[in-house]
Each structure stands twice: as structure tokens, then as C-alpha cells.
């Protein structure tokens, strides 16, 4: 399995971008994807989830109404559209998938130690 994140860069404040995180590999019909960041000094958090097939999304509280994760299922991409970017959003974000087809739970889709596979990131910086 693996995951390629990309369409990181730099922005203003209240500027938007749109990550894009491809999957290959992966043959089970059910999957998820988790988007993560890490800031520098700080350690990686969760930003969104989304579960393959149906329409499960969750967000973190700290983007929610700001970031948006769509899917293409056809594609194997989950997109992660981020608006009203401000500069705590500067960070390394990565996608991240796991073997078991099981979708995750409210309460622990941010766990990093649920995912067994990790895409090797792509910076977002939010600066004027």
C-alpha cells in the first residue's frame, strides 16, 4: 500500500488550498483515510477522517467549517479542500490508511496507532 499527499505550498492568512492524497495498493473495496498534521515542536494531530464506501467525514474541532475531505472513489484520491487558512495551520500534512477494511469510531479515528500506513506528507504554509 501506498499513499502519495500532495498540493501543499505557501499561502496567505484566509487563503485556501486543496491537499490531495492518492492511494494505490489497496485492495480491500472498503477502506479508510485519515488526514493528520504536525506542526514544528508540536506533535502530529488529527484533522479528518472519511471512510470508503459511504459518507462517513469527521473533522477535528480546530477545522471544522473550514476543511472539507471529498472523495474519489474511481481515483482511489480523498481531497482534503481547506479554506480561511490561518498560520496555526502551518504544518506537515499527511494521509493515512490502515489493513483492517473496519470503519473507526467517533471517538478514535484520530489515534495515529490506528493506521498502519503513512504517506510521506506535503508542507502547508500559511504566511503573509
Known amino acids: 500500500v501506498q499513499l502519495q499527499a500532495c498540493g501543499g505550498g505557501l499561502v496567505q492568512p484566509g487563503g485556501s488550498l486543496r491537499l490531495s492524497c492518492v492511494a494505490s495498493g489497496i485492495t480491500s473495496d472498503s477502506y479508510s483515510i485519515g488526514w493528520f498534521r504536525q506542526a514544528p515542536g508540536k506533535e502530529r494531530e488529527g484533522v479528518g477522517y472519511?471512510?470508503?464506501?459511504?459518507?462517513?467525514?469527521w473533522y477535528a474541532s480546530s477545522v471544522k467549517g473550514r476543511f472539507t475531505i471529498s472523495r474519489d472513489r474511481a481515483k482511489n484520491t480523498v481531497f482534503l479542500q481547506m479554506n480561511s487558512l490561518q498560520p496555526e495551520d502551518t504544518a506537515i500534512y499527511y494521509c493515512a490508511t490502515r489493513r483492517s477494511p473496519n470503519r473507526l469510531i467517533l471517538s478514535s479515528w484520530f489515534r495515529e496507532s490506528n493506521y498502519d500506513y503513512w504517506g510521506q506528507g506535503t508542507q502547508v504554509t500559511v504566511s503573509s
Open positions: 472519511t471512510y470508503i464506501p459511504g459518507g462517513t467525514i
